[in-house]
């Protein structure tokens, strides 16, 4: 009974494809995000959406573009994919109050060939 | 925003002994600090969590503990394990996650 899931596990594509990772959350959590791991594991935000509106969007090309169709569901599209794309892509979710724990997701492991 | 530093990026420590990560954070609106511990190939996991109006923070063998005045926290392993070996996190929450560079632990047997 996966609480955050994120699908595909791995995705393995060619430079300049369009690729779309899928999140869902089944925790009624109002707030769920995007980051980007790289290889040093540093866990960079990206994208964060509240009630399917977005938050905040970090420096962050515009070949990445999050897309909500309700609160359960944030997708990831990237356009014209780059080799530096290639890092592990978490979804997490957390409720509304601002003193509660984020839950990820299993993670996206993208490499750009 | 916020801006979270964590020491040290690497930390090596025999079994049995204990292991300490620091972290500060910037804004002093950040009220809450979860600590989470991410294994090889897996997701980051929450392992404890301190709010700004407690000082410290004990579950079994890792405690948490805060200095608002500072605006620093830091992790206390006892007794490591092997498996305690992963990459841990620290967090601070203002209007969202902001994470510290990472810790990778090794706990050699």
């Known amino acids: 009974d996966t609480a955050v899931s994120q699908t595909p596990k791995y995705l393995v594509t060619q430079m300049g494809n369009d690729k779309s990772i899928k999140c869902e959350q089944n925790?009624?959590?109002?707030?769920m995000y995007w980051y980007k791991q790289d290889s040093k594991k540093f866990l960079k935000i990206m994208f964060s959406y509240n009630n399917k509106e977005l938050i905040i969007n970090e420096t962050v090309p515009n070949r990445f573009s999050p897309k909500s169709p309700d609160k359960a569901h944030l997708n990831l599209h990237i356009n014209s994919l780059e080799l530096g794309d290639s890092a592990v892509y978490f979804c997490a979710s957390s409720p509304g109050t601002l003193n509660t724990e984020a839950f990820f997701g299993q993670g996206t492991r993208l490499t750009v060939v | 925003g916020e801006n979270v530093e964590q020491h040290p990026s690497t930390l090596s420590v025999q079994e049995g002994d204990s292991a300490v990560i620091k972290c500060t954070y910037s804004d002093s609106a950040s009220n809450y600090f979860p600590w989470y511990k991410q294994e090889l190939g897996k997701r980051p996991q929450l392992i404890i969590d301190i709010r700004s109006n407690v000082g410290e923070k004990k579950d079994q063998r890792i405690a948490v503990t805060l200095n608002k005045t500072a605006k620093h926290f830091s992790l206390h392993i006892t007794e490591t394990q092997p498996e305690d070996s992963a990459v841990y996190f620290c967090a601070a929450r203002l209007n969202q996650f902001y994470f510290g560079t990472g810790t990778s632990l090794t706990v050699i047997p």
């Open positions: 925790l009624g959590h109002d707030t």
